[in-house]
């Protein structure tokens, strides 16, 4: 079956009480990874930046981050994390994180990437940003998995390309559209990973709230994803 994750990102807003609940409905309603976002709000955003306060609001110390990877454990949900610098990389392999997630807006860092790359472990990564023909060289001994991506939130339909796109020369789709119609037209299309992101109320303030799934739409994406493949297998 195709491999969900619940990108829960920063709309936890900061509260680890949300977070938790974000975690148990992402298990609860058959996601796969509860996904976080890793970063210093300080080296990405400058201050006139429109969502700073909110990012800054929802970054995660390193204290919190073990929490939350302790939560997934406990709830049997695997961790995962997009890491933005040198110093989150570390505490995730400390933490033992499973595989890595490169965000579209870290696909040209190649200090990190190269030490992500090091670990040997499984990396997806997404190409919301990338702007040349072929994919990116990534040296590593680990599995590698691209995303087709469109960096704009929310992406509309207009903007999404599905039939120029090659879902198995792509292993998936990180999906910003609003509802999950996108998402099971790429699993259709022979997309193995969804990547979507994951909120208890889509009214919540923040940036991803409301092009974000519901425990609702995430429960739909699952019982489509396996009706999906069952038609599939039986083609």
Known sequence: MALIIAEIGQNHNGNMDIAKKLIHAAKANGA????????DVDKIFTP????YKEGKEAQLTKEQVFYLVSQCKKTR????????????????????????????RSIYNRELINAIASTGKDIIASLGMWKEKDFPKIE?????????????????????????????????????????EA???ALARGAKIIEKHFTLDKTMHGPDHSGSMTPDELKILIDYTKKIENILHHT
């Not at 006139?48 to 969502?51: A, G, L, S």
Request: proline share 2%; hydrophobic share 40%.
């Open 32 to 39: 796969d990874i509860a996904k976080f976002q890793l970063y």
């Open 48 to 51: 006139d930046f429109e969502w």
């Open 77 to 104: 949900i695997e961790f995962m994390a997009s890491v933005f610098d040198l110093e989150r990389f570390i505490w995730t392999e400390e933490s033992g994180m499973k595989r890595y997630k490169i965000a579209s």
């Open 140 to 180: 590593t001994s680990g599995k590698i998995d691209f995303l087709y991506c469109v960096a704009k939130y929310p992406t509309l339909p207009d903007d999404l390309n599905f039939l120029d796109i090659n879902f198995n020369k792509y292993s998936g789709f990180s999906d910003h559209t609003i509802g999950v």
């Open 183 to 185: 998402s099971l037209v």
